[in-house]
């Protein structure tokens, strides 16, 4: 056994180093046991009693993939036509069609934007230069530039803006509070985000795809809202709406009205009166409030103030926002919006911003979001609120109104707040958003599932089901077939089961559903390589050599075999870790640590134990 010396060392040292990795494991799970039979105020107040120690013992336990623990998976999509229309110093109608092509070819596939934005444009003129869109100093973009040195920008600017979209979310979710969430990049514009425990799906929606663009803006003028409401309402009187000009509308507007009386269509309910815009959109006209609309009649409303000659008919310089949060209900439940009139050009962003919290108004305790502003913004906020005292400001977050009060006198200092919110949840997440930075480009998801913890423990189940059941069976058919080798295999192959758990908790693997698929396949993997070692050693034995030299020989001749097939799968493990991605990673991880763990106990510790039983001639050796 001396010269075994070696070889138990390294069995002894890899078991103990496993057990000190599965240890933290092991202690989870008593801990989580104990927290789930505990009542809620039990639960809070242990928890907060013992926040280090649980946090420290989960961080270096197994973790659980999603589909087993539950969670949330969603893929993102980085809007690559929002920032080329971003990037351009110029637009018109051939832009924006050849960017609707563009996004049209590159939806649902990986197909570049830029590609196909530059494809589109070169086969509609190919003498035309692009550079006439994005011309850029800064960049080195000029007149003169070529297509090719005006895509190679638009690539360059639209990777960095998926990198430090990935790094948003990223921070984002950490703020958020979600252990151990997994985001990484696919393709040229999508992010796979898992996210673990989450039970808040409509939050995480939010929180992942907001752009987190906050902008103060001049709300328009009350006057020239109420002439536009008045054109759009006779607009929509005619029976062609599409074949009314808006020129005429307009100077129409300007003489005394014979036709009807606007202030009572500002009175009540005009569902069924005969106007479609009338149908869906209830006028108001008072201030900066243009109307109001149900929300499951924003879309239709959108379409109708974007249709031709309609919204030309909204004064210069302004646009109509939502407010962030419903004004009411209608009858049947409804919520219920305003449309404002907002200025087009936003007088201060977000990106002044240096500090935001949640604080709690001491009049009405309802949350909202202090924010503190640089210099420059603190100078810039002074100036416009001196200028306007008296008129309303808009704070617009993602397109959305959430307040806009009257500016009594004029700000100094650099704070302000955002009010408007429902609950102190929604503060906490406007935080997070503006602490995070805006998104580059706005952000949808294009696939989401959900996973609940119901589901995640009968995968558990099935899971260990499967392992069982599968240790069990080639254990009795190792027992059968190769007698006492075959009960060295079933022990080597507990051990090679303990060594995957202590590999996957040393290099902080996440266990999957795939992972345990691996774990199962490892099961057959490793007794192959114990069931090649054997049959060498019973044609050995055949030829009449002693036990011992029997043994010797089988090893030494099914080495090399055994070494060939586990570094090709090896190899192949490899090649689905580094271009797979979620569960194909999964299976890959356990794939490999199976191999590693499999190749050790069948060659190794197997070989141990049989030299051991030669040497001490205590047990008859037998393989079948």
């Known amino acids: 056994m001396q010269k075994n010396g070696f070889k138990i060392f390294l069995v002894a040292f890899f078991f103990v180093l496993t057990a000190y990795y599965l240890y933290p494991t092991i202690q989870w799970y008593f801990i989580n046991s104990n927290l789930n039979s505990m009542t809620a105020e039990e639960r809070s ?44 110093v110029d637009t018109d109608d051939i832009f924006e069609e050849v960017l609707a092509e563009a996004q049209a070819a590159a939806f649902d596939s990986d197909v570049s934007a830029i590609d196909a934005f530059v494809n589109a444009f070169e086969e509609r003129d190919p003498n035309a230069l692009l550079s006439r869109y994005f011309r850029n100093e800064a960049a ?33 979710v950490d703020r958020y509070g979600v252990t151990e969430p997994a985001i990484q990049r696919q393709g040229s514009r ?78 009540g309910d ?8 009338l149908d869906v959109f209830q ?4 201030g900066v409030i243009f109307g109001s609309a149900a929300v499951q009649d924003t879309a239709r409303v959108n379409a109708l103030l974007r249709r031709p000659g309609a919204k030309e008919l909204l004064p210069p310089g302004v646009e109509l926002m939502y407010t962030a949060s419903p ?15 907002v200025r087009d050009t936003e007088e201060i962003t977000g ?15 309802v949350p909202e979001v202090s924010m503190t502003m640089n210099s420059e913004g603190a100078r810039t906020w002074a100036r416009l609120t001196g200028a306007n005292v008296g008129k309303s400001v808009a704070v617009v977050l993602d397109g959305v109104v959430y307040s806009y009060p009257v500016i009594q006198e004029r700000i100094s200092g650099g704070r302000t707040n955002i009010t408007g919110l429902d609950s102190r949840e929604e503060a906490s997440d406007i935080v997070t958003v503006l602490k995070s930075g805006a998104l580059p480009a706005p952000v949808e998801i294009v696939q989401e599932r959900t996973v609940g913890p119901s589901l995640g423990a009968r995968s558990i189940r099935s899971g260990l089901n499967s392992v069982l059941l599968g240790l069990v069976l080639v ?71 002693t036990l011992k030299a029997a043994i010797e020989g089988g090893y030494g001749k099914a080495l090399s075999a055994i070494f060939d097939a586990n570094i090709t799968t090896f190899f192949v493990g490899v090649i689905l870790y580094s271009f797979g991605l979620g569960p194909i990673q999964g299976f890959a991880v356990t794939l490999m640590a199976g191999i590693l763990s499999s190749m050790f106990t069948a060659i190794v510790f197997t070989r141990i134990i049989f030299d051991y039983m030669i040497a001490e001639r205590r047990m008859t050796v037998s393989f079948g």
Request: charged share 25%.
């Open 270 to 277: 005009n569902a069924g009166s005969g106007n479609e815009f």
């Open 475 to 545: 254990a009795l058919f190792m027992m059968f077939y190769y007698r006492t080798g075959g009960a060295v295999a079933n022990l080597a192959l507990v051990l090679n089961l303990i060594f995957i758990l202590g590999i996957l908790s040393g290099f902080q693997a996440t266990l999957t559903l795939p992972g345990i698929a691996g774990i199962v396949l490892t099961i057959g993997m490793a007794v192959d390589a114990n069931v090649l070692i054997f049959e060498r050693i019973r044609e050995e034995q055949s030829t009449g050599k």
């Open 351 to 365: 990106e002044v911003v240096t500090d935001a919290r949640v604080e709690f108004d001491p009049f009405t305790n």
């Open 45 to 88: 107040e242990y928890e907060s009693e013992n926040a280090a120690k649980i946090n420290s013992v989960r961080e270096r336990s197994l973790k659980l993939g999603l589909d087993l623990q539950g969670g949330m998976h969603a893929t993102l999509e980085i809007r690559v036509d929002a920032l080329i229309r971003a990037l351009a």
């Open 283 to 286: 006028p108001i006209g008072q």
């Open 327 to 341: 004004v009411g209900t209608t009858s049947d439940g409804r919520e219920i919006f305003y449309l404002l009139g």
């Open 140 to 172: 080195g973009i000029t007149r003169r530039s070529s297509n090719d040195e005006v895509a190679a920008y638009l690539r360059t600017e639209a990777d960095e803006a998926v990198l430090r979209a990935i790094e948003i979310i990223r921070d984002r």
């Open 190 to 267: 999508r992010v796979v985000v898992e996210l673990p425990g989450v039970d808040d799906e409509e939050r995480v929606r939010g929180l992942l795809r907001g752009t987190a663009r906050l902008e103060f803006r001049l709300m328009a003028e009350p006057t020239d809202l109420t002439r536009a409401l008045q054109r759009m309402i006779e607009f929509y009187e005619t029976s062609e709406p599409d074949s009314v000009d808006a020129d005429s509308l307009g100077n129409a507007a300007a003489e005394p009205d014979t036709t009807f009386d606007i202030n009572a269509l500002l009175e």
